[in-house]
C-alpha cells in the first residue's frame, strides 16, 4: 500500500478493496480480452491498479496457446493387459498395426521400444501425448538384464535433451524425456516377482514408476487387498522408490483431501481395460461381459481405473513433468557435469 492509501478512511479501503476482487475476477475473465489488449480503454478506478494479478492469465493463455506434451511408458510382461488399458485411457487405438509373435519367436526376443504419438485436443487444449511401449519386456526364456533397452532409451532422452540445452536453438527443444512409467504387476503371482524387482531397482532413479496390478477383475476384492497389502510391503522391503503423490496444501477443501488421502491409500492401483462397449444397466459403458456379469472398467467399486486416469490426466500430470524435470533430469545433468569436469 503506497501513501496514497493511509490517508483513505478504512470504509473507503474495504470498498476498494472490494472493486480490487471485482477487477480482479474481470480481469482474469475472457470478457476483458478487448481492454487487456488496449490499456487504453480501462475504466478510470481500474488505472489505479498496476495490473500484475493478469499474470497467471497471461501464463495461462501462452501455455494454450503453446499446447502441452506428455510421455507415459508402459511396461510389464506381454499379455496383462498393456495396450488394452492405454487404449481405454485416452479412448484411442493406438495398436492397429501391431504384431504378435509365437512362442518360438519370442524364445530369444530382444526388448524393443516403440512410440507412438497423437495429438488430442480437449476444449480447446492440445496435448501431445506419446507413449513409449517395451513390447518383449520379460518374454525371453532368459530375462538377464532385459530391462538394458528400457534404461538406456530414459537415458538416451536425458542426453539429447542435455545436448539441446547446452546448444544454441534453446527455445524450440523437443522434450523427449519419459515423465511416467506405468509398470504391469501380474494379479496371479503372490506380489513381485524378481523380474519386478529388478526392473523397478534399475529404473527408479530415472522415472517415476507407478506400479499398477493388471486385470483385476481376476481377483476377489480380499485378494486384491492382500496383495496391495504385499506389493506395498516388499517395495519398501527392497528400496524401491516408486512415485510419491505429493503431500496435500493445507487450505486445500476437505473434499479434495479426502481425495487426495483415497488416492494415496488406493496405491498401487488395481486396474482393468477394455475396448469394448457393453450395456450396463441401461446404459452404455466400457466393461467386460461375462456370463456372470459384467466388470465396468469406469466403476471405483470394480477398479482403481478412474483413480488412475484422474491422477495420470487430472491432478499429477505437472508434478509428474516437474519430478522428471527437477530431479531425475537433473541428477542426470549433474553426473554428466562430474563427468565432464
Ligand atoms: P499387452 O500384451 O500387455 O499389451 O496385453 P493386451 O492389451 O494385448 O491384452 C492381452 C489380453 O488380455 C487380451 O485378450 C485382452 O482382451 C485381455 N485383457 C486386457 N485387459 C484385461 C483386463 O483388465 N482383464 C482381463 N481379464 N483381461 C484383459
Known amino acids: 500500500l503506497g501513501p496514497r492509501w493511509l490517508s483513505i478512511p478504512p470504509a473507503a479501503v474495504m470498498d476498494s478493496i472490494i472493486i480490487q476482487e471485482r477487477l480482479v475476477e ?25 495490473g500484475f494479478a493478469t499474470l497467471p492469465n497471461q501464463v495461462h493463455r501462452k501455455s494454450v496457446k503453446k499446447g502441452f506434451d506428455f510421455t507415459l511408458m508402459v511396461a510389464g510382461e506381454s499379455g496383462l493387459g498393456k495396450s488394452t488399458l492405454v487404449n481405454s485411457l485416452f479412448l484411442t487405438d493406438l495398436y492397429k498395426d501391431r504384431k504378435l509373435l509365437n512362442a518360438e519367436e519370442r524364445i530369444n526376443q530382444t526388448v524393443e521400444i516403440v512410440k507412438h504419438t497423437v495429438d488430442i485436443e480437449e476444449k480447446g487444449v492440445k496435448l501431445k501425448l506419446t507413449i ?3 513390447p518383449g519386456f520379460g518374454d525371453a526364456v532368459n530375462n538377464t538384464e532385459c530391462w538394458k533397452p528400457i534404461t538406456d532409451y530414459i537415458d538416451q532422452q536425458f542426453e ?35 523380474v519386478d524387482v529388478e526392473f523397478m531397482k534399475a529404473l527408479h532413479e530415472k522415472v ?4 499398477l ?11 486384491i487387498r492382500k496383495l496391495k497389502e504385499r506389493i506395498r510391503e516388499e517395495i519398501d522391503k527392497f528400496g524401491i522408490k516408486v512415485y510419491q503423490f505429493p503431500e496435500c496444501d493445507s487450505d486445500e477443501d476437505e473434499e479434495f483431501k479426502q481425495q487426495d488421502r483415497e488416492l494415496k491409500e488406493s496405491a498401487p492401483f488395481a486396474v482393468i481395460g477394455s475396448n469394448t462397449v457393453v450395456e450396463a444397466k441401461g446404459q452404455r459403458v466400457r466393461g467386460r461381459l461375462y456370463p456372470w456379469g459384467i466388470v465396468e472398467v ?20 505437472h508434478d509428474l513433468k516437474d519430478v522428471t524435470c527437477d530431479v531425475h533430469y537433473e541428477n542426470y545433468r549433474a553426473q554428466c557435469i562430474q563427468q565432464m569436469t
Do not use: W
Open 26 to 50: 474481470r480481469l482474469l475473465s475472457p470478457r476483458t480480452q478487448a481492454q487487456r489488449s488496449h490499456p487504453a480503454k480501462l475504466k478510470d478506478h481500474e488505472k489505479q491498479y498496476v
Open 132 to 134: 513409449v511401449d517395451t
Open 160 to 194: 539429447q535433451y542435455f545436448r539441446d540445452e547446452s546448444g544454441l536453438n534453446r527455445k524450440n527443444i523437443q522434450d523427449n524425456r519419459v515423465h511416467c512409467c506405468l509398470y504391469f504387476i501380474s494379479p496371479f503371482g503372490h506380489g513381485l516377482r524378481p
Open 208 to 211: 517415476n514408476i507407478v506400479p
Open 213 to 223: 496390478i493388471a486385470k483385476a477383475d481376476c481377483l476377489i476384492p480380499s485378494e
Open 298 to 317: 469406469e466403476n471405483q467399486a470394480h477398479c482403481d481405473f478412474v483413480k488412475l486416469r484422474n491422477m495420470l490426466i487430472r491432478t499429477h500430470m
